[in-house]
């Protein structure tokens, strides 16, 4: 339910729009992106934090939620916004032929291999790699991707085993 509450939000705030206004904050986000090249991809990182319990996601008590799903090629922009309570992060990595989403093997130290990947966002209220993206807060960044499926994920200790995965399909222009 509140997963559909917040999609909702988003799109009667515009943010499902491909042209990014020159500032953009989600209802809620302590902060606001830049106006943003390329295709902009709206992702959601959630968590079953403070209210959500008994509600959650089943066996996957976190998710990543990608929108549009599917953009042509080119440069790309993803703005993260993390609506759970937990520090997140969105690492993008391109998928092997015959393996979806969620099919990566973990570590003893419940994380995934980053070998290959095309760049993160991780920074709270800023673009690239930092130390986490605050609950209530948004980061960014903006890749320029070949035709192909990518897989977005946090891989902060446990939170990939825990659901939070999503595709993205990049398509020929």
Known sequence: MLGIAT???????????????????????????????????????????????GGGYGMRMMRLAAHPAVVPSGVTSLRVFNTGVLTHEVIVLPLPPGQGIGERPTGPDGKIDEAGSLGEASRSCGAGAGDGIASDA??????????????????????????MYAELDVTSR
């Open 7 to 53: 999609t909702m939000a988003l799109a009667a705030t515009g943010a499902f729009r491909s042209a990014a206004p020159a500032a953009w904050r989600a209802p809620g986000v302590q902060c606001s992106a830049p106006a943003l090249r390329g295709h902009s991809v709206d992702v959601t990182a959630d968590d079953m934090g403070q209210g959500m319990m």
């Open 138 to 163: 948004m980061a960014w960044t903006t890749l320029a991707l070949q035709p192909g499926r990518y897989e977005l994920v946090c891989n902060f200790p446990g939170h990939y085993m825990a659901g």
